[in-house]
């Protein structure tokens, strides 16, 4: 506890004080949304279709999969299938790749976390933009691939989605400051995160429908990944948008930013210790 606390009282000296928290986020917005832009070019750079394989990649695994699964499990309606299945395994990559890369975010950032003043925020919103922006490429050729079908998707995304979109997106910001707080603080929970995260999976209504689950539904009530895709794949598919839940779920969600914000500043001189 010594040692430590002389360590803070170090970094203190070493390191100016200056907005740490959601200000300084809102400040830098350009450079951290340039930043996450810059890392999904160079993702696939000298390629001819460049970003457009993230959209391709995962439409053609949707496909497969639906293909796949509507045999297995004998779905009356195999069209239907895909779509529900593809819109589900969209938004749960971007819940979970959001996870995944917070859990070990200050571990792969410790030695700028070391060697400069730059505030832990900044690398937390360059994650979330970065894995916002590959979400948006892959949602984007699944809907647009899917309107073809059924065009009512394409009302509905441009009608009634924008809240729960937005809601979805606080969520994953707050999920990758509350996992790369843990994944530093405790070094073998980005161990342990891929398999929460497969168990979550597996036990959400994502590849069958939430009745499948039977009297286990309960599960799907108290899963806060699941709780966040919901909204967005019901009123993508069904156009059923429970405005006064998602109001609700907006000011949790914002609450909940505001809290990640002020925890980062709150241990700005503690996490570069514990990584």
Not at 102 to 127: D, H, K, T, V, W
Request: hydrophobic share 55%; charged share 10%.
């Amino acid at each position: 506890m010594a040692i430590e606390s002389a360590g803070v009282m170090k970094l203190r000296e070493a390191k100016p004080a200056q907005g740490q928290g959601l200000s300084y986020g809102y400040r830098t917005a350009r450079a951290w949304w340039y930043s996450a832009w810059l890392r999904t070019l160079a993702r696939f750079s000298r390629t001819t279709l460049g970003s457009f394989w993230m959209g391709l990649s995962n439409l053609l695994s949707v496909a497969v999969l639906g293909v796949v699964y509507s045999t297995v499990l004998k779905v009356p309606d195999p069209l239907v299938y895909i779509i529900y299945l593809g819109f589900g395994i969209t938004i749960w990559g971007l819940i979970s790749q959001a996870s995944l890369a917070g859990s070990g975010l200050f571990i792969l950032r410790r030695e700028q976390l070391l060697s400069n003043a730059m505030p832990s925020i900044f690398y937390c919103l360059e994650e979330w933009a970065f894995q916002l922006q590959t979400f948006a490429q892959a949602f984007i050729v699944v809907l647009l691939a899917f309107s073809f079908v059924q065009p009512t998707l394409l009302l509905n995304a441009v009608s009634i989605l924008w809240l729960p979109l937005f809601n979805l997106a606080l969520f994953s910001f707050w999920v990758i400051v509350l996992m790369a707080v843990l994944g530093a603080r405790f070094k073998d929970f980005s161990q342990l995160m891929p398999i929460i995260l497969q168990l979550l999976f597996l036990v959400s209504p994502i590849l069958y429908k939430r009745e499948g689950l039977g009297r286990l539904q309960f599960l799907a009530a108290f899963n806060p990944f699941y709780l966040a895709l919901a909204p967005v794949r019901d009123a993508l598919i069904e156009g059923h948008l429970q405005l006064k839940t998602e109001i609700m779920v907006l000011i949790f969600n914002l609450s909940a930013v505001v809290l990640a914000g002020l925890l980062l500043k709150k241990l700005r001189y503690r996490l570069p210790l514990w990584v």
